[in-house]
DNA sequence: CTGAAAGCGCTAACAG
DNA sequence: CTGTTAGCGCTTTCAG
């Protein structure tokens, strides 16, 4: 399997010694145009590849990063993980991704894997169960989820979207269009996102003398969303949802129209993070959508400065969402 | 940023040499019960994790693995990506991932990257445009799509779906409900699975006598999907359509509705790959199922074997498709 | 301008 | 059972 030249085969190929190679590899230090140019041909020949690894492990600089994603499977996060691996490898970076399924064991074992694979900076997005920060030397920016061991540091990098104001300005919309008994659905407050938008959504009612009502959905589902919708609508009256994320609001709207209400004319439902199938969906679905762009670029960026070891003022970003209505 | 502590620093506090230290690490050779704890001890002080890539390079064996992907963004790929990682996590590998965003130049430059950190394998999806295999030595096993250039090397090792009877299967199950116009809506022929899956739909008109109609779609999107089938019911009946993936069946759908239909009373609609959009989407949408798990699977044990210098017989695999009927 | 040599962290004989 | 040593592919002084 290792049929691959290395700079030593190329040196006695070009009848040179192997600092000369390097050399032209890395146009460092004076060649006379002579020896070069038969060198590089040579490479070139030979489909010479550095082997970036030694490279790495004599400077000390590493091309390798770090990517630690609760579900790549996940629309927004397979988005994310798309942005930050293609900004990376426009800089010469390679990407590891890894899979936590909100798993905080296996969260444990692939920062690990990565510092063993010394990778020089992670971007992270912690697991549900993440709760106590792992104990690494690696540079890491945190994204999108505030992590729950967040305010032990304030150094620490973290980029999010303003969960607040999307489930602020969600609610606020349905408020204005003449909702007023507007229920939340959302997951358990596990995750910092979920949480910010219920208090948004709280934020908004309570400015408006309304009455809350946030129901809790066991799992981020159709089924659930529906299930839950149903059986509260069974004994109440409401006029507007706002789910934490689309697909909660598709379960929703599953209920509501069976229950014989119309969408928009009786009920207006929001969503979360403007996803295909809210696209696809006939039912009216308004929704949130957050700067993907923005974040990713963000959070490379601050990723970068502190593998470089800059020092940076502005550690913590939230970034501004927009609003989707149909 | 290189606080790392190394073998040698494990070796220095213990008292010990390196290799004594390597021993334990790798659990090869006797080492006494007595030191092996202590060694064990300190390193859990000091929190050392070893360097594989260290490792890698002395043992000549390599801890990571290549995915290359036209876009991992897209659901049906993020799904593969995200299995393939999780198969080669448990193995003890880490996965690099690379989206090529369909384009040979970048898959190329993906390669050699892959190529200069040293992977052990690949598992590439080719890109639309890739026309010729790039020239490397590192093991590949090509999944989804059958590259253009396979025919040159009938050693290559291919994982397919049965793109050709998914595209049979679901043309003959509205046939058998009596369609008679079924129109196929698919993306130019550049990538070998929307192609199977015209030719699938086409044995099975002609099977049935029925005339075929193939409409090319620009891109794949829901706008095609509505544009190119609101066009051609201007003036063509049709109570079929067969579109090779979901989201222009979508499209379809939408014109289909437009123009005053009923679905599936009037017209009776496939699409392929059982998108989460597919699932939300209140029209009856049918779809073809792919055996995702087992692709991915197959894979990476073919990958694996492929590594390890074994011979396999069998380098070329077809999966079955499943069929859901709404 | 070019070569010799040391060393990055680690493993694998080879001696003790 | 344990230490010494060479060397994986590469960069980087230090001498020519």
Known sequence: MKNNVSIKDIAKMAGVSIATVSRVINKSGKVAKETEEKILQIMKENNYVPNLLAKGMRTNKVTTIGIVIPDISNEFFSKIAKQIQTLFFNKGYASIICNTSEDDKIEKQCIEMLQAQQVGGII????????????????????????????????????????????????????????????????????????????????????????????????????????????????????????????????????????????????????????????????????????????????????EKNMNGEKIKENRLILPVKIKER
């Open 124 to 303: 992270h997005i912690v697991s549900e169960k993440a709760n106590k920060e792992n104990k690494i030397l690696i540079p890491t920016v945190y994204l999108d989820r505030e992590p729950k061991f967040s305010n032990k540091r304030k150094d620490m990098a973290i980029i999010e979207s303003d969960n607040l104001s999307g489930g602020y300005i969600a609610t606020d919309a349905m408020i204005k269009k003449g909702c007023k008994n507007i229920i939340c659905l959302s997951p358990k407050d596990v995750v910092s996102t979920h949480k910010k938008r219920c208090q948004g959504y709280a934020y908004a009612m309570n400015e408006n003398g309304l009455n809350l009502k946030i129901i809790i959905v066991d799992n981020v589902s159709l089924e659930e969303g529906y299930n839950k919708t149903k059986e509260y609508i069974k004994n109440n009256k409401i006029d507007g949802i706002f789910a934490t994320t689309d697909i909660i609001a598709i379960g929703a709207i599953k209920a509501i129209k069976e229950a014989g209400f119309k969408i928009p004319e009786n009920v207006k439902v929001f969503g979360y993070d403007a996803s295909n199938m809210s696209e696809v969906i006939e039912t009216p679905l308004s929704t949130i959508v957050q700067p993907i762009e923005e974040m990713t670029l963000a959070a490379v960026e601050m990723l």
